[in-house]
């Protein structure tokens, strides 16, 4: 039983224990429930004064002051997060500046809070319990106006402020469990009070009671409480002390008189009875026989063997007990065990219901008071299973051989301890090279690959593994004589071999299979890459066409204004005209890298495929704080090539420059240059960079297909590979030229046939063409308009149609001189519109001409080129406009 000093203060702690659980379970939750109350209330506050302060502004139309109040709200460590919407529900401001311009509803995932999108989207305000119970969302509608003086709302937006719950209830838990702490010790020190009460007065004496006690009952009888005083555990001391005693005396004169018994007991034992019990217990056959051949003794061993009692074979010859034949054989070796008068072993033969036992007889001659030998006694041993084991291990071992030498896998025989090479099959030497007493000298790294993870070192440590008894089952790069590198599949386990543990491992070369794996997934990449490049020109073929319709009108009225405005409205429709113009390039850059078509050579400025790689690269270079510096020589003359790849091979190396250097510290920079060297006819370019380089162990493999440095995920390994079979395709070469710091890419190319040799001259100017009647056919009113006033400028009739079908209207009433029909419009495009003008007006289809902002579609580009007409891609200039029409004849 348990003793009281620990009883009581265990049962003291224990309520101590069920008390703090109790006030924690009941008053954790109210505690956490005012702190919530509490934020809701501040919440609450904030939101009130939120929404009047932002309504005023927005209806002010200061958007800055707006955003500026919540961006304050960024450093408020009790706001998660806040965000302002538009009427469209686009966060206009917000404490996260990643979420501006983008829709409320998909990046409230990002921080688990859809459940507000729908009450942003109604319009509803209210405070809402965040998931987990960890944050108060407040939301809000907001009254926003137009950019004015007056305050009068137009439309409304969406507030939206997280309030983080954790901390204030976190604080509020703490509080709960300092109280409960705080009584828990109270109760602690009670029980340590009772436990120094109980020990002192009732436990520390009972305890010497019971030492005395356990020591008399261990045979101590001089064991003693020594308790003194009148109470109860005083008087127990004493009677027992006196007991004690009594206990003694009894005990002293019970040794004494066993003492002599025992003595007496062993005078009465003979020693031929201990004799006999020993050799009637031994499992060996014990037998004595006189020179004779009479038994004169026979173990009970004996008896079981021969079904023979001791009674019926003592005094008897062994030609009467076992037949003449049998006994002549044994009494041969006892004779010679008397002559020789030594021990001798002999191996003998009894045959038995199961078959012919084998013996081990150990014979010794017997001697008499003179020491002649008289007669033999023998010991003998079964060892017939022993033979039998013997000679199945010989065959195993023999089959054990022929299937270790026969298998197609290579086999290996490890050491358990030193790991050593100590038997291998014919395969392991058929594979690896090594003969079998070469292997016994090699270790397990000498045939491993020796680059990590295929080392000595991590060999030995799944080694260990398999010694421990785990089962092991790896891919492993192993090494031949010949220095080749091979795949193996390994399985190892521990394994008994003639009594001894050893490390058996199996190796099967999966070289063949791990490169077909290989290709496979080579393939299904590219197969990826092919279905991503397809479905991004499905997605840029929208957006270009989208996106050229408004290009079209911006360019052309840019440039309309810069030829008939005054110089100040010149200017700055010049700058209009660069802008939009350039946003026409980087559309024709994408539509150009999606296109899939035979490369085109063509006169092309170098000057220009830079521009190009920088106006889709621009973004990601400047977001990233890198510096680009160009310089070219101005004597680069035009080169013949297909623009469209090259734009791609110097995209390439601009955005692998800028991969290496976007977590690179300090200044970072991506230097282009481009020369022209004479002597060569050749134009050089070189893109360099100031990162961190490409490794020496990595730089002969940069060209490789699916090699790639970056991490998984961020590189395919194919834009190197692509690029030189670009520049090779047009006779040039593309090398990684040594560098000290960073990496350095030169582009060698020929200026070939269709190159100048020299820079390139201004176009000659188009003449003037004679006044044309021309219908435009167009369902954007914009582009129609913008080409009307074109050609109308040059003083040519112009007839506008918004679709096809009231093209067809006007043809059956008048002839047109040119007809300008665009490609994609609702009902009937320009396909539709061509054919059945070659069905109705063979000779006008000689006059149409094709406007569209989406080449991208491969159906377009066949029918355009079949039909052999001419084409203008949106955004188009109006010099290109009255080129097209120039070029008809009258």
Not at 240 to 252: G, H, I, N, P
Not at 331 to 346: G, K, S, Y
Not at 521 to 530: G, I, L, P, T, V
Not at 772 to 799: K, M
């Amino acid at each position: 039983m348990t003793s009281l000093k620990v009883t009581v203060p265990l049962i003291l702690l224990v309520f101590a224990a069920v008390l703090s659980t109790v006030n924690l379970l009941y008053h954790v939750p109210q505690a956490e429930q005012v702190a919530q109350e509490d934020s809701r209330k501040r919440l609450a506050q904030e939101m009130s004064r939120l929404q009047s302060t932002l309504e005023y502004l927005l209806l002010k139309g200061d958007l800055a002051s707006a955003q500026h109040q919540i961006s304050v709200l960024a450093h408020n460590h009790d706001v998660i997060v806040a965000a302002l919407t538009d009427d469209d529900q686009r966060v206009i401001t917000a404490t996260r500046r990643a979420w501006l311009g983008r829709p409320i509803a998909e990046v409230l995932p990002q921080v688990g809070l859809e459940q507000v999108a729908g009450a942003l989207r109604e319009g509803r305000s209210g405070i809402d319990i965040g998931p987990g119970g960890n944050s108060l969302i407040g939301h809000a509608a907001v009254l926003v106006g137009s950019e004015g003086d007056t305050l009068r709302p137009s439309r409304s937006g969406g507030l939206m402020v997280a309030y983080d719950l954790a901390g204030y209830k976190a604080e509020a838990r703490e509080q709960v469990i300092h109280q409960s702490l705080y009584w828990a010790g109270w109760v602690t020190m009670l029980a340590f009070a009772m436990w120094a009460v109980f020990h002192f007065l009732l436990t520390r004496r009972t305890a010497r009671l019971v030492r005395a006690a356990e020591q008399l009952a261990a045979g101590r009888l001089d064991a003693s409480s020594g308790l003194r005083g009148n109470d109860e555990l005083g008087r127990l001391g004493r009677a027992f002390d006196s007991m004690a005693l009594q206990v003694a005396e009894t005990q002293t004169h019970l040794r004494d008189d066993i003492a002599v018994r025992a003595r007496v007991q062993r005078e009465l034992e003979a020693t031929d009875e201990r004799l006999q019990q020993i050799l009637n217990n031994s499992t060996a056959v014990i037998f004595a026989r006189d020179a004779k051949s009479r038994f004169l003794f026979v173990n009970r061993q004996w008896e079981r063997v021969f079904g023979i009692k001791s009674a019926d074979v003592v005094g008897r010859l062994d030609r009467d007990v076992r037949g003449e034949e049998r006994a002549r054989a044994y009494r041969a070796h006892d004779q010679l065990v008397i002559d020789c008068n030594m021990t001798m072993e002999f191996e003998e033969t009894l045959p038995r219901e199961d078959g012919l036992h084998t013996y081990i007889s150990i014979k010794f001659p017997l001697h008499d008071a003179e020491g002649r030998a008289h007669g033999v006694c023998g010991i003998a041993t079964d060892i017939t299973e022993r033979k039998r084991a013997d000679e199945a291990l010989r065959a195993s071992e023999a089959s054990y051989r022929a299937i270790f030498d026969a298998t197609e896998d290579a086999i290996f025989l490890h050491d358990i301890e030193t790991a050593a090479i100590v038997d291998v099959n014919a395969r392991a030497c058929a594979e690896f090279g090594y003969t079998r007493e070469e292997f016994m000298e090699l270790s397990i790294g000498a045939l491993s690959a020796g680059t990590y993870p295929y080392t000595q070192e991590e060999a030995m440590v799944h080694f260990a593994r398999v010694v421990a008894g785990e089962p092991m089952h790896i891919e492993w790069q192993c090494r031949t004589r010949s220095g080749k590198l091979r795949w193996h599949e390994l399985h190892g386990k521990r394994v008994t071999i003639d009594g001894r543990d050893r490390v058996l491992a199996l190796a099967r070369d999966i070289t063949d299979k791990k490169r077909a794996q290989a290709d496979l997934a080579r393939e299904r990449e590219s197969s990826y890459e092919r279905e991503k490049l397809a479905a991004l020109g499905s997605l840029l073929a929208g957006v270009a066409h989208e996106l050229n319709n408004p290009l079209s009108v911006v360019v052309a009225r840019a440039v309309l204004l810069e030829e008939q405005g005054n110089p100040d409205t010149q200017v700055a429709a010049a700058k209009i005209r660069a802008a939009a113009e350039r946003c026409a390039r980087i559309v024709r850059t994408f539509l150009a890298m999606a296109r899939q078509q035979p490369p085109q050579r063509g006169p092309v400025a170098i000057e220009d495929v830079i521009t190009a790689a920088l106006d889709i690269a621009g973004y990601a270079v400047r977001a990233t704080g890198i510096k680009v510096t160009i310089e070219l020589a101005a004597d680069i003359p035009m080169i013949d090539a297909d623009a469209d790849q090259l734009h791609q091979v110097l995209l390439n190396l601009i955005l692998n420059a800028q991969q290496s250097l976007q977590d690179l510290k300090g200044s970072r920079c991506i230097d282009i240059s481009g020369r022209f060297d004479r002597a060569t006819h050749r134009v050089l370019i070189a893109v360099a960079d100031n990162g961190p380089g490409i490794p020496e162990s990595a730089r002969a493999r940069v060209f490789e297909p699916y090699f790639t440095t970056k991490p998984t995920g961020v590189g395919t390994g194919v834009g190197l590979a692509v690029s030189l079979a670009f520049v090779e395709a047009h006779g040039g070469t593309l090398t990684l030229e040594p560098k000290e710091t960073g990496a350095a890419f030169l582009i060698s190319l020929p200026v070939g046939e269709g190159g100048t040799g020299e820079p390139a001259d201004d176009p000659p100017a188009h003449p003037i063409a004679h006044a044309r009647t021309i219908l435009v056919v167009d369902d954007q009113e914009e582009v129609r308009e913008t080409l009307a006033e074109i050609l109308a400028g040059a003083s040519h009739r112009v007839v506008t149609a918004a679709s096809g079908r009231e093209a067809l209207e006007r043809m059956a009433s008048q002839r047109y001189d040119v007809i300008f029909a665009d490609m994609r419009m609702p009902d009937l495009d320009g396909r539709a519109l061509y054919r059945e003008i070659q069905k109705h007006w063979p000779h006008q289809a000689e006059r149409v001409v094709f406007v569209t902002g989406d080449m991208l579609t491969t159906a377009l580009r066949e029918f355009v080129a079949c039909s052999g007409r001419p084409l203008i891609e949106k955004p188009f200039l109006p010099s290109e406009v009255r080129r097209v029409v120039v070029e008809f004849a009258d």
